[in-house]
């Protein structure tokens, strides 16, 4: 999808859609003198424009001429991290990107899955998309098949439906769809809008449950249909519209 920017626009946006950091990130690299714009130091609330160099730490960053967003099969076993020490460099998100699928760009995963869970993760070049479909406080709609190590019962699934209080994170979850497997009482499909820290594995450990799979198999309008672990496909154009104009009523912009 080619991109579109409104010049002139605030450097720490700029710095955001490149997909270097976050915009407050930014702010920060900028009070720290590590940006350069047209080989002046930066300051807070510049503003750019189409034929300015910018540079990080002397690296020249330039925003996507376009939006590249890929739907990804994740494994179970990949992880959403681009730097720890405790895990293998070959078990990342990051390694598979440039060294498996081989994608072109700066491309970083939009939303995150566990170690444990598979199922659909968005890559993209752009960082102010990465970073909407981060936020948990935005409603971005994201379905599950998630199947636990007992039958589960009624009350427990209007309980699940109704919005459950996380200890861990001091948070009530946002109501959900959930639905019984018709052959399967382990198995349920549940529709969130929200993105907390392993949210399904602690509103299931709410009441006893043990999550045994858990798949992501929707993101909003982008679906992993005929897809197999660690397949990846570039989203169609209207998919990918599709796909920004969801993630911009979501987040209410």
């Known amino acids: 999808m080619k991109a579109e920017y409104k010049f002139p626009i605030r450097l720490n946006q700029y710095l955001a859609r490149t997909g270097l950091c976050s915009r407050r990130q930014a702010d920060l690299l900028i009070e720290e003198g590590k940006i350069t714009v047209n080989g002046t130091t930066a300051q807070l609330g510049e503003q750019v424009l189409p034929l300015d160099e910018v540079r990080a730490n002397g690296r020249l960053v330039k925003l996507p001429e376009e939006f590249l967003t890929y739907a990804y099969y994740k494994p179970k076993g990949i992880v959403c991290t681009r730097e720890d020490p405790h895990i293998p460099e070959q078990d990342t998100v990051a390694y598979v990107v440039k060294n498996v699928l081989k994608l072109p760009g700066n ?9 444990e869970s598979e199922g659909l993760l968005l890559l993209t070049n752009d960082g102010i998309l990465s970073q909407e479909m981060m936020k948990g406080a935005n ?3 994201k379905e599950y098949e998630v199947r636990v190590d007992h039958p589960l019962t009624r009350q ?3 309980d699940l439906m109704h919005g459950v209080y996380l200890p861990e994170l ?8 959930v639905r019984v497997d018709d052959r399967d009482n382990r198995k349920m499909y549940m529709l969130l809008t929200q993105g907390l820290n392993r949210q399904i594995r602690r509103m299931c450990a709410v009441f006893g449950y043990q999550v045994i799979s858990l798949l992501r198999t929707r993101i909003m309008n982008v679906t992993i249909d005929g897809m197999r672990p660690g397949d990846c496909r570039e989203l169609f154009e209207g998919e990918a519209r599709e796909l920004y104009r969801q993630a911009r009523s979501a987040a209410g912009l």
């Open 156 to 158: 427990t699934v209007m």
């Open 170 to 177: 001091d948070i009530t979850t946002r109501p959900c769809r």
């Open 139 to 141: 409603h971005h709609e």
């Open 107 to 115: 491309i970083i995963y939009a939303g995150r899955l566990d170690r």
